[in-house]
């Protein structure tokens, strides 16, 4: 793990909720507007995750992640603000660009069937899929939002490093090793 990072991740409320009590450790991104012509990249293997609600609603969801919506985007910061305290590093990454390869990722990840199936063929067929390690820092950063965090983007420059330092895995070692193994398709990045 880097002693610091400047990069932020964005993604749903929901997601982050379940990355952060271990319910997941999967991210599946198709990309945003900002992403430019080449689409999304994962262009930082280590990042902190950016809890939005941006474009976030429960039946976009699992059922299982549904009923965990409300509570997620109710532990909002205050408007005008960040909170960060999860942390990510990319374990494996795959761009899925055959349909089937998305039956063995249910129940691995908090998406809908219907939303994998249209952020699958949004524009282009396909879909990226990152296997991550979250880590929790005890006290979250807190930072003033900024307009150039705004829009429809994955990665955004938080404008400082931020220290990992206290940083601990939601999963123990033995519960990562696990979920790891559970990975055949997805080859290492």
Request: proline share 7%.
């Amino acid at each position: 793990m880097l002693p610091a990072n400047r990069w932020a991740f964005k993604e749903w409320a929901a997601i982050c909720d379940a990355l952060a009590a271990g319910r997941q450790s999967l991210i599946l991104r198709k990309g945003g507007l900002h992403e430019g012509r080449e689409g999304f990249r994962v262009d930082h293997p280590e990042f902190w995750l950016y809890p939005t609600n941006f474009h976030q609603r429960p039946e976009q969801l699992t059922a299982a992640e549904a009923a965990h919506w409300q509570a997620a985007t109710c532990e909002s910061p205050p408007a005008g603000t960040i909170a960060l305290s999860l942390y990510a590093v990319v374990e494996r990454v795959q761009h899925l660009t055959d349909a089937g390869q998305l039956n063995s990722l249910t129940g691995r990840h908090g998406w809908s069937e219907q939303t994998v199936d249209e952020r699958f063929h949004y524009r282009q067929p396909g879909l990226f899929a990152l296997v991550v390690r979250v880590y929790r820092r005890p006290e979250p950063w807190r930072l003033v939002e900024s307009p150039r965090f705004a829009g429809c983007r994955s990665w955004v420059d938080l404008g400082r490093d931020l220290p990992t330092d206290g940083c601990r895995p939601v999963l123990s070692d033995a519960e990562h090793r696990e979920r790891m193994t559970d990975w055949p398709q997805l080859p290492a990045k």
